[in-house]
């Protein structure tokens, strides 16, 4: 048996538990004939042929947890408190906003010694009375948010098998408007290890007005709540802190926690290592970015220009880069501290083709971060100034209602100098694009911008202005890609499979142990789980003040790709190299079995981060 | 250790050979240190980070052969003839053109009865001298094109050690300009089980001329090659047969054989189960669409239309849609058999768009084929007449040098009455695409026309009409998506890697038996491997003629969406229901290790035909 347990411990053992270990064949090789295992015959929401081989093999996933939390440590843990916090900038101001929750200290649980176990006899932070507890996954979708629901319940009822958790449903409206579900077994044990926001929907509603708080605290009261989970990004979690002090201020006893949600990867600090969703969507999107610079290889014949997600941050499509090495990397980051003009960008990726033409590479790929374009100071100034004339009522009624051509002739007899040479050096699809799809606010739509196209065929028309002076002999043709929906709800990795879910106990310990204001952590990520930490960190020490529509807001201060991060020094060590040779890495897609080092390793920034 | 092959055969058996069960935590975990291991040592071409983790575990993988190839069985087999054979049609006309190789018998491979082989003592088709070999990838990439390269290399290497392999560089042009490789075990060592073509590249010039044939076999004397294996699609295959009777009719004995090869899956018959990489495309494509789905559903903001590969056959589309039960499924052959026009498919998709918004989903997720532009009978004859008018002497100026606006105006005033109807139901941006871009021989490029984004413009015009009609209030806002670059060079999934192991063994038997002008056939790819048959089949047996730019051919017979076909029927059947209800099938990435149901089964549409 022994030899079983090592053999498969290399095909990662967290699908052997010992009662699988004597079914293996039938658990594994037959999940549809596994109806007698108590989750599998549950998980199949009725229909088998509903749910694919791979959910249904994945249902028998246990995500790995830090150590303080294995066996029954959601019972057993010490609270062990650091010293009183500050906020990142702006402590004055923000301490003013938050006279209840600033400064708590970070918490680190910890096991709880043999010596107090013996004292105390159980988690001196529980009389294990059940927990009413509600969760919210708010903004945009990533992989693992089902799980940060499972670990979350799993621990409310091993804390105490009467613990309730209510899903609110669409994000927090569900939570202002009472639509909720309450989770069951069942429920549970059909979304295990599973992609997608699906199960109770995701909003952006945003908490911050007094009418909303009051409908919550109705809602709670109503139930008996007594603590929230916020699953979200920087901003939802800056709401999470708001309601959290507005609760506590009223004297209210609901706790709020929050957990670090973003595939952009762009929450991140010294408390929390990495966003969860990052290390699926990238590893998705590689697969891709890979399988595509395999094909330009082969055929020898396009240029790829892949534009990835990443409006404000370009974290995605550097970690991408580090793990697929394509010949050109842009970065929204770098363009904006190097203040490079789009010219700038389109003579290197320019210069980078004709140096492979001239060792007879018609070919090569380009990833690109989706937001690039606000980044150009050239074009920031002329976006600007087009949201403007948007607003300019005497304009209106042809850049509302006008033809493309009529728009495009108005806006460039009201533009100045300096941006109407800017706008005319854009083709011409992409000068239609700026004046369409405006979003509510009026401003351009960014998102909708082909920005790869438009890198394209400002390449291509530099490349031939360089043909023409006898610099370029090459032959370019591309083919342009957008990834981004298919890497937010992919079944999460094994990392975020077992990130999440040690989020959602992370989050229970923290309200079993009477805390507000916090954000879940869990650390050392880039070791195996056995040796990461879990804890809390105050979610007012990540804030700074910011401008936000006009007026300075409190908010978690966004992690962008800084010019001294490990992530990027990396990749400029190897840009010149990537470049011109062909040092393609082919990831090829997530493997969720299989050797530890294929399917168990985060990503090259957070491996990078910790070296 | 019986058990511990048990055990370990659900997670797919291929990677334990006696001697890694020994050692697997050391190879499977960590195959960076897995050096010692004969392969291993050899597989990272030098650099250790310019070899992903999956690679380097893929290496290890052993492709599953028929029974009658495993062991030594290359050397043991006997060959059953079958009855002389018929080509599908036209059969007077192909004989004319195949006096040699007409008629020739399907061949099957079985291993030697124990009697025999006490007689014989050996393969009584060989006597084991070395041979020498040379393979060609020909035409657009597929997975597993280089497992039939390391099939091909192992079997001649088992028949005698002696024996080399040629790998002609960039398609057929490497083999008459004498233009290659010689393999040997580090070189396949280190492609093994990978995707690409990049080995030795591909290449579509085509093999017709006297000339051509002159060189090649020049270049095949000169080397003493003996036999030349041919990896492609119906075009490839059908120079295959071309070239194998004009050496047969030369008297030299120079033979030829093919391997079926194209993603599209269009190339299959009663002899033909299915062509490689077709499995490995649709898995991945089924990735993505699965992930959007689930992303849909979560979202609950957009339809997402996803425009898959498949210019003539829509296989690759109908598979997809039964891997993953879009909302909508939008069938090439369904179009033209039924003559549905470009209004019926977006009355229908609107229709479901409609359906859905009634009850409160205004997301779905529609798959459409790359080449479905081109069925539409009315869109067939306007782009037949735009092509006419690209010709036209007189408008050759504005044509080639005219603004989009110019040409656009000019095509008007020559265009008949319908066509101008239909031409004008397009919106501006396709009218452009249909005049710009021509091909070489001065064709619309159709592969260059937005269908997804088409389809999307015109649904959102019907809607709009819908909604003044009180007949739709939902909201429609679209994302549109191209797979198809991200699916050819995957890593074989392991049925391909497999199936073209096996092909290339079965081309190396059928090398040694002294056949010409047969396919390699391997059969009941729906069963397990080791109850696959292998065989040939005489190319000339899949032909029919048909006029290609102008001129009557003898060509292998394409094989199109029936609709009277399993795969199809079953698609009917759910259309329906998955059209309204959210029947979302999330299949995930594509899994090499893992439970056998999860990696080893192969497309629904084969399961399907073999039911």
């Avoid at 945003?206 to 009261?221: A, H, I, P, R, S």
């Avoid at 590893?283 to 014949?301: F, L, P, Q, R």
């Avoid at 880039?526 to 809390?536: E, L, N, P, R, V």
């Avoid at 490990?566 to 011109?580: C, G, H, I, M, T």
Wanted: with cysteine; glycine share 8%.
């Amino acid at each position: 048996m022994n030899i079983v347990m090592n053999t498969l411990k290399s095909f990662n053992s967290n699908y052997v538990t010992a009662k699988r270990v004597n079914n293996t064949n039938l658990i594994m090789s037959n999940p549809i004939q596994a109806d007698t295992f108590e989750r599998t015959n549950v998980s199949f929401s009725g229909k088998h042929d509903n749910v694919s081989e791979l959910q249904q093999a994945r249902v028998h996933y246990e995500p790995k947890l830090p150590k303080v939390f294995r066996g029954d440590g959601i019972n057993n843990f010490e609270v062990k408190q650091g010293k009183k916090t500050e906020s990142v900038s702006d402590q004055k101001e923000i301490q003013r906003l938050f006279p209840e929750t600033y400064g708590q200290p970070i918490i680190e649980f910890e096991e709880m010694s043999s010596k107090k176990a013996a004292k105390v006899g159980k988690n001196e932070h529980s009389d294990n009375k059940p927990l009413k507890v509600g969760i919210i996954l708010s903004g945009g979708q990533a992989p693992g948010g089902h799980n940060v629901i499972t670990g979350l319940y799993d621990s409310l009822k091993k804390i105490n098998p009467k613990s309730e958790l209510y899903g609110f449903l669409g994000g927090p409206s569900g939570l202002v408007d009472d639509k909720y579900i309450k989770f069951d077994d069942k429920k549970i044990d059909s979304i295990r290890n599973t992609g997608g926001f699906d199960v109770i929907g995701s909003g952006r509603t945003k908490l911050e007005t007094e009418e909303q708080f009051e409908k919550v605290l109705d809602n709670c009261k109503k139930h008996g709540i007594e603590a929230i989970t916020i699953v979200g990004g920087d901003d939802s979690n800056t709401n999470a802190a708001v309601l959290a002090e507005w609760l506590k201020a009223k004297g209210e006893n609901i706790n709020v926690v929050g957990c670090p949600k973003t595939i952009d990867g762009d929450l991140k600090n010294e408390q929390i290592e990495t966003s969860f969703g990052f290390d699926t969507a990238t590893k998705t999107y590689s697969e891709i970015v890979g399988n595509i610079e395999k094909d330009a290889a082969s055929a020898k014949k396009y240029w790829h220009f892949v534009k990835v997600m990443g409006r404000s941050a370009s974290h995605v499509a550097l970690e991408v880069a580090l793990q697929t090495h394509p010949n050109v990397t842009l970065l929204s980051e770098e363009v904006e501290q190097k203040k490079l003009s789009l010219n700038d960008v389109v003579d290197y990726t320019a210069g980078v083709v004709a140096k492979r033409a001239e060792e007879g590479k018609n070919y090569g790929v380009a990833v690109i971060p989706e937001g690039l374009i606000e980044f150009f100071p050239e074009m920031k100034t002329l976006i600007g100034n087009l949201n403007d004339l948007a607003a300019d009522e005497n304009l209106q009624d042809v850049m509302q209602n006008g033809s493309a051509k009529d728009k495009i002739s108005v806006t460039r007899q009201n533009l100045g100098e300096d941006d109407l040479k800017v706008f005319d050096s854009l083709p011409e699809a992409i000068q239609g694009q700026l004046l369409m799809d405006r979003d509510s606010h009026g401003n351009v739509q960014v998102s909708k911008i082909d920005t790869e196209k438009l890198i394209i065929q400002m390449v291509d028309k530099k490349l031939k202005d360089m043909k023409a002076e006898g610099k370029y002999n090459g032959k370019f043709s591309s083919q342009a890609h957008f990834v981004g929906y298919e890497g937010r709800c992919a079944f999460p990795s094994n990392f975020d499979a077992d990130y999440c879910y040690s989020l959602g106990t992370t989050a229970a310990a923290l309200i079993n142990s009477g805390k507000t204001g916090y954000l879940a952590s869990v650390k050392n990520l880039d070791k195996k789980a056995d040796k990461w930490t879990a804890g809390g960190t105050p979610i007012t020490m990540l804030f700074n003040m910011e401008k936000r529509s006009g007026k300075n807001k409190p908010v978690i201060k966004k992690a962008l790709v800084e010019m001294d991060s490990p992530a990027f020094k990396e990749l400029q060590k190897n840009r010149k190299d990537w470049a011109v040779n062909d040092e393609y890495l082919i990831p090829g897609a997530i493997q969720y079995f299989g050797p530890s080092d294929v399917c168990d390793k985060t990503t090259k920034t957070l491996q990078l981060e910790h070296k």
